[in-house]
């Protein structure tokens, strides 16, 4: 029996939960859609985000190593974000989830809606 106990290297609890909260998948498709983007633009494509949730997301998937943040010596200061080369190597997996997802959802709705009725 394989466990999935909460340990420090366990990936499924440590990577996907970072990257299956709310925010996180969306920037990375935005930044992948969109190539090199400035925070503001961001912030526009993904409308309902608050600029401090951006904020926090920017910083993990820039800590995790999955989003690059450049900034250059301008006043008022520019800051532009992109995908990493590890980044990049998330959106396959990203897309096929999609996929799945726009696949199933019909299914999917037609079962929860069958449940509260």
């Known amino acids: 029996m394989q466990n999935f106990h909460h340990t ?3 990936p499924i609890r440590d990577i996907l939960t970072r990257i299956g909260e709310k925010w996180p998948m969306l920037v990375l498709v935005t930044l992948h859609a969109n190539g090199t983007m400035r925070f503001s633009d961001i912030q526009k494509s993904i409308a309902d985000i608050s600029q401090r949730m951006l904020t926090v997301t920017l910083r993990n998937l820039e800590t995790d190593g999955l ?3 450049k900034v250059y010596p301008e ?3 520019r800051v532009e974000y ?3 080369v590890t ?3 998330l959106i396959p997996h990203i897309d096929a989830l999609v996929g799945w997802a726009l696949e199933h ?3 999917i709705l037609s079962r929860r809606k069958s449940r509260t009725a």
């Open 8 to 10: 420090n290297d366990c």
């Open 67 to 69: 989003v690059s943040r």
């Open 75 to 77: 006043v008022p200061p």
């Open 82 to 84: 992109k995908l990493t």
């Open 87 to 89: 980044g990049q190597s």
């Open 105 to 107: 959802m019909p299914d």
